[in-house]
């Protein structure tokens, strides 16, 4: 039978948790926390047995990883992803005072809920370098299958609106060569009306009644309302 080995990677004190494995196997990522608080984030390369720890975050962030699925590597091993909160330097602890505003997008109970945004980056073991993807005006990532494109949005800049969920403005992030351009204004903001394929680049979406499908690589869209309706059109009964 074959023999089982066991291979130390790391020890120390505190935790280490939220284990995120390449979709191949060939490599593991996973966070470690002491007293309650994330110190970094650590990747392990099962060919080269190599350990590779993250670098300093930029002043006022901090890792931030409270599921598994916050924390997530790349099908080809090059990129890390996990999550990060950014605290503003002028944030004040008002206590019981509640300012409305009416130019607020959200009321003071909603913005209250809400709380400081989670926003994604994408750490490079080899060169140890931390590249940000959300911001505080995109503070949303939705990645593709092959993590070579993330879909970002605000999803306030067109509230207050009649809508349950209001539309968003989305744009397309390349995450090879950190290019940002408009994917489309006024995208459907209800929940799962932004889709990847599961694998490759694709993105879909919902946009004034039609199902757009785009792939990135080459800028093509499908209108699939449209065809559907032009076959059915066109079908002799």
Known sequence: SEKMESLEIMKGLGSFEHFSWQINGL??????????VANAVYFYDCLKRKTYCSTELEKELSINVPYGEYLNISPDGKGVFFTVTKYSRDKQDLGTAQIWNAADSFLYSRRK????SLLWVKWKPETDRIIPIGTNELPNSIFTADYRYAVCYSGIENAPS??????????LL?????RQTLLERQVSGSPNEIRISPIGSLISYR???NWIVIDPNTSMRFNIAADIIDQVSNMSF
């Open 27 to 36: 490599s593991v990522a996973f966070l470690h926390r002491e007293n309650d």
């Open 113 to 116: 809920d809400l709380g400081e």
């Open 162 to 171: 009649p809508k349950n969920y209001p539309d968003r403005d989305c744009f």
């Open 174 to 178: 390349n995450l090879e060569n950190g």
């Open 207 to 209: 946009h004034k009644g």
